[in-house]
């Protein structure tokens, strides 16, 4: 049987690569002192990061009116209120109004819509949908017991 022997060249070669190895994987190594080697301080400072922008500020909700107008003294009920909020049923006599509270802004999107009918044969019934003043949708009836549908979907 014959031995294979490592001469010291070969024992101290084999060293020095086990030790290179682990100072490439081991990262820094520490001084005698038994604190770690300082970190070589970068060239260049790092640019602040920027400050993030406030979220766009919501506008506040909007106030649709549903007027309800036509003859005078005439009795109607109905339902008002928007896809988001729902329904509401009512019972008036012609003038009257009544307040939605829809969401505003740029990416809000509802839709507010009114459905009346007149209790008798006489008078004319008119519905409107207005937002700051403006009239968005109308429709009026003079049938007898005649039935109106408002419908305006988008921003308000």
Do not use: N, W
Request: net charge negative; aromatic share 4%.
């Amino acid at each position: 049987m014959r031995r294979i022997g490592i001469g010291c060249g070969g024992l101290l070669g084999l060293l020095l690569v086990v030790i290179i190895i682990a100072a490439v994987i081991g990262g820094p190594q520490e001084e005698k002192g038994g604190s770690p080697a300082p970190a070589p301080s970068p060239s260049l400072s790092p640019e602040p990061a920027p400050a993030p922008s406030p979220p766009p500020a919501k506008k506040a909700a909007s106030e649709v009116v549903i007027s309800v107008g036509g003859t005078p003294g005439i009795p109607f009920s109905g339902s008002y209120g928007t896809a988001q909020g729902g329904q509401r049923s009512v019972d008036g006599i012609v003038p009257t109004e009544y307040e939605v509270e829809v969401e505003g802004g740029a990416f809000s999107f509802d839709t507010v819509t009114a459905v009346m009918q007149k209790k008798g044969p006489e008078g004319e019934l008119t519905v409107q949908i207005l937002s700051d003043g403006e009239v968005l949708e109308e429709q009026s009836t003079t049938a007898q017991f005649g039935v109106v549908t408002v419908t305006h979907a988008g921003s308000f």
